[in-house]
């Protein structure tokens, strides 16, 4: 095997760092008090709101740091009976839920064969899933069933929900959507 100077400086500073780490920590000191220092000055400051994590229905509890309005940092709460202050991966990742430049914040809209992506105002597309949602309702309802039995059933519209939505949100979207007829509904949450 051959060792360039580039892999002898990896090796060494690696060593280095975890043997100087390891005498800390075999003279007994410990990080903790530090880590416990890092983690007030990240927060001081800010006023601290108890939530939900909005993912999944185990519900866990969160604390969310924030500093003239703005979020500053989410986390667990030890409080919380059934997470005690964990979170999952995606829990963890809530802060990118409302801290993030990539999320849009714009309505896209891509006409069939266009090669660009065009900008619309949220009326005229909430006004255009409207129309397309009546249009492909009165096209496929279903009033009565061969045999006569009443259907008043749409089944080529489907509707997904999630758990990243709350829960009043997806019983509107229940409601929503069984009033229109429509049968193939599906949710993360099986409200």
């Keep these: 095997m051959e060792l360039t100077r580039r892999d002898f400086l990896r090796y060494t500073t690696g060593a280095g760092a975890g043997t100087a780490l390891g005498g800390i920590t075999g003279l007994g000191l ?6 416990a220092r890092a983690q007030e000055l990240r927060i001081r400051d800010t006023v601290s709101v108890p939530s939900i994590c909005p993912f999944c229905s185990v519900g866990c509890g969160t604390l969310i740091h924030a500093r003239d309005g703005e979020i500053i940092n989410i986390e ?11 979170l999952c991966p995606k829990g963890a990742a809530i802060y990118q839920l409302h801290k993030n430049p990539n999320r849009p914040t714009q309505v896209l809209h891509r006409e069939p064969g266009a ?6 105002d949220l009326g005229r597309a909430m006004d255009r899933v409207a129309q397309l949602i009546k249009e492909t309702r009165d096209r496929t309802f279903i009033e ?5 039995k009443l259907a008043n059933a749409c089944t080529s519209i489907f509707a997904l929900g999630g758990a990243t939505l709350d829960n009043e949100f997806n019983h509107l979207c229940q409601k929503l959507m069984r009033g ?3 049968v193939p509904i599906e949710n993360q949450a099986r409200i």
């Design 180 to 182: 229109l007829g429509i």
């Design 30 to 35: 410990s990080l903790s008090p530090a880590r």
């Design 115 to 120: 090669s660009g992506w065009e900008v619309w």
């Design 144 to 148: 009565r069933v061969p045999g006569g």
């Design 76 to 86: 667990g709460d030890p409080r919380s009976p059934h997470s005690e202050g964990t």
